[in-house]
């Protein structure tokens, strides 16, 4: 896959390549940019979904408990399926 992404993209691209679920706060802590919060996480997630989407692939919030989570999934669509 050859995505061009911002180095913030990247490090995020990375992080979630192993489909487990991320906190948000983890994920800004990884970051390590003393002005990133919430909403800029939110908006560099938004940007790397647009590009992940066309190669089969999103970033989606998972809830569990009361807490959210994001992680890295492949779509199905109908020319991937099983039997398709």
Same mark, same amino acid.
């Given at each position: 896959?050859?995505?061009? %992404? ?5 490090? &995020?691209?990375?992080?979630?390549? *192993?489909?487990? +679920? ?5 994920? @800004? ?15 560099? %997630? ?5 590009? &992940?989407?066309?190669?089969?692939? *999103?970033?989606? +919030? ?5 807490? @959210? ?16």
């Amino acid at each position: 896959m050859n995505l061009k %992404l911002t180095p913030t993209e990247q490090i &995020l691209f990375d992080a979630l390549a *192993d489909g487990e +679920a991320h906190r948000p706060q983890d994920l @800004i802590t990884l970051l390590g940019d003393e002005l990133m919060d919430r909403t800029a996480l939110k908006s560099h %997630l938004h940007n790397l979904r647009r590009k &992940l989407r066309p190669t089969g692939e *999103d970033i989606l +919030a998972q809830s569990y408990g009361r807490r @959210i989570g994001y992680r890295r999934v492949i779509l199905i669509t109908t020319a991937n399926k099983p039997g398709s």
